[in-house]
């Protein structure tokens, strides 16, 4: 896998602070407290205006399912209609490249061995690509261009850092996590998962051992439990006097 910068909105620390000081934020603040203030208090709307445009090559085409479930951003991807498949490429899954799982390993290589044979077949038969490409697998490497603005880019993060996500797209996205920080350190070293953005983590028990943040970050049920009861009476309380107010 791997993952190249191609664009991003220069001096964007600036233009994100034009745009808040539009929308009200005090001109005396420097353009460095503004992106503080906004990525703080989750002020996001004015990060859209930053743009990153990635490419990114040898993932999966199961992962890119993933990437693409990501509406707000604009996506790219190789096309198996007009690219030759034959010899693929492919991902192979950490867990099978353990010692003691060279049966599961070797079902799975003559799996793709299987499937690029009949791929290849087919279309030494004549068969056209947009027709033999159905036995390709979903392991099948493929190729990407990904544009997010930072907004959408925060939001991603914070789901597919989580130890939750699958492997290859955790990957994937400390891969485009390190690109983004090293262009926009401000923004981006306040984010990482959802708990560590948060400060809570809304996995709740779902979240599982091998998450390093376990020890010392809350579950939101946890810490929501420990208001919720009077937070109800006040919101009950509001919603009376709306009726009061008729
Ligand atoms: C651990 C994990 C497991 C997952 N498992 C599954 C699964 O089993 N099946 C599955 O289908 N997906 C699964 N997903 C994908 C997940 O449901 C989301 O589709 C994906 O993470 C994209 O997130 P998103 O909608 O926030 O992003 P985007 O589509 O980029 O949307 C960004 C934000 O815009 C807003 N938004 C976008 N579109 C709408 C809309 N139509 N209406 C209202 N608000 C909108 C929302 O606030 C949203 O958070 C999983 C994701 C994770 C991280």
Redesign the pocket.
Known sequence: MDVKLLRVTKEGIDLVSEGAKVSGVPPTQSAREIVALITDNDYSSVLEHIYFTLDISGISVAVSR?LL?????SHTARSTRYKEEKGFDYYIPKGLERRGKEEEARIYMDAMKNANEAYTKLRELGVAREEARYVLPLALHTHYVLTMNVR?LI??FM??L?V???PEIRELAMRMYKICLEEYPDIFSKVWCRGFTLGVCPENKVRPGGCPFKKFLPEKREVKGRFERDAKRVIEKELKGLVFMR
């Open positions: 993933e479930e990501h509406r707000i951003a959408s939001n991603f789901l597919r989580c939750r996500a699958s």
